[in-house]
T-cell receptor
Framework: EPEVTQTPSHQVTQMGQEVILRCVPI?????FYWYRQILGQKVEFLVS????????KSEIFDDQFSVERPDGSNFTLKIRSTKLEDSAMYFC????????????FGPGTRLTVL | QKEVEQNSGPLSVPEGAIASLNCTYS??????FFWYRQYSGKSPELIMS????GDKEDGRFTAQLNKASQYVSLLIRDSQPSDSATYLC??????????????FGKGTLLTVNP
C-alpha cells in the first residue's frame, strides 16, 4: 500500500541553524501539507501546497519557514533559523484530490532544537 | 478562530465493550470530517471519513455526523486492547474559502482494558 515517507526520523540541531525536513508524498497525490505537533499538544496546520505553489499557510508559517518541491517526488520544509520553540514532531501529508481532502500522514520527523 | 472540541478523557472501557468518542466543531461551512488514530509517538492514522449526515460503518467502526448540531462521533464496537490510542477528530477548512487545511481537536485518549 502506498505511503508517505519522511526523513530523517529524528533531527537534532542547535538554535539558529537551518534544517530541511524531507517528505516523499504518495506518488499520484497532488496536494501536499505540513503539520506540526508540539509534545502533548494538538496537531497544527502549517502549510498546504499545490501546483508548485503555496495554497494556504497558517500564522505559524512565518518568514523562517519555506517549502519546496525540488523534483517530481520530494517535498521539503526548510526552517531557516531554528528556535527552541520549533521543537516538535513535523508531519507531512498528501491527498489525491481536493474534493475529498482525505489526507494521509507520514511517520513524522522529530525535531529537537538545543 | 475555527475550533474542534473533543472530550479529553481519558476514556477507559473493558475489552469487548463499545467506546464512544465525541467531537463538536464551530464552522458550519465545514464539509469533510475525519477520525484519526494516533499511537503514542506515532503519526495520525486515518480511520474514517464522513461527509454526509447520518452513519457510516466500516468494520467495527461507525462514524456519525449531524451537521445541524455540528457534532461528529465515532463508535468502536467490540473494543480491543490494540484500540488503545488517542483518537483525533479533524475537520476541513469550511467557510472562508479554506478547503486545504485540517483543524484537529486535542484528541481523546482511549484505554481498552483486557
Amino acid at each position: 500500500e502506498p505511503e508517505v515517507t519522511q526523513t530523517p526520523s529524528h533531527q537534532v540541531t542547535q538554535m539558529g541553524q537551518e534544517v530541511i525536513l524531507r517528505c516523499v508524498p504518495i506518488s499520484n497525490h497532488l496536494y501536499f501539507y505540513w503539520y506540526r505537533q508540539i509534545l502533548g499538544q494538538k496537531v497544527e496546520f502549517l502549510v498546504s501546497f499545490y501546483n508548485n505553489e503555496i495554497s494556504e499557510k497558517s500564522e505559524i508559517f512565518d518568514d523562517q519557514f519555506s517549502v519546496e518541491r525540488p523534483d517530481g517526488s520530494n517535498f521539503t520544509l526548510k526552517i531557516r533559523s531554528t528556535k527552541l520553540e520549533d521543537s516538535a514532531m513535523y508531519f507531512c501529508a498528501s491527498s489525491d484530490r481536493l474534493a475529498s481532502n482525505t489526507q494521509y500522514f507520514g511517520p513524522g520527523t522529530r525535531l529537537t532544537v538545543l | 478562530q475555527k475550533e474542534v472540541e473533543q472530550n479529553s478523557g481519558p476514556l477507559s472501557v473493558p475489552e469487548g465493550a463499545i467506546a464512544s468518542l465525541n467531537c463538536t466543531y464551530s464552522d458550519r461551512g465545514s464539509q469533510s470530517f475525519f477520525w484519526y488514530r494516533q499511537y503514542s509517538g506515532k503519526s495520525p492514522e486515518l480511520i474514517m471519513s464522513i461527509y454526509s449526515n447520518g452513519d457510516k460503518e466500516d468494520g467495527r467502526f461507525t462514524a456519525q455526523l449531524n451537521k445541524a448540531s455540528q457534532y461528529v462521533s465515532l463508535l468502536i464496537r467490540d473494543s480491543q486492547p490494540s484500540d488503545s490510542a488517542t483518537y483525533l477528530c479533524a475537520v476541513d477548512g469550511g467557510s472562508g474559502g479554506s478547503n486545504y487545511k485540517l483543524t484537529f481537536g486535542k484528541g481523546t485518549l482511549l484505554t481498552v482494558n483486557p
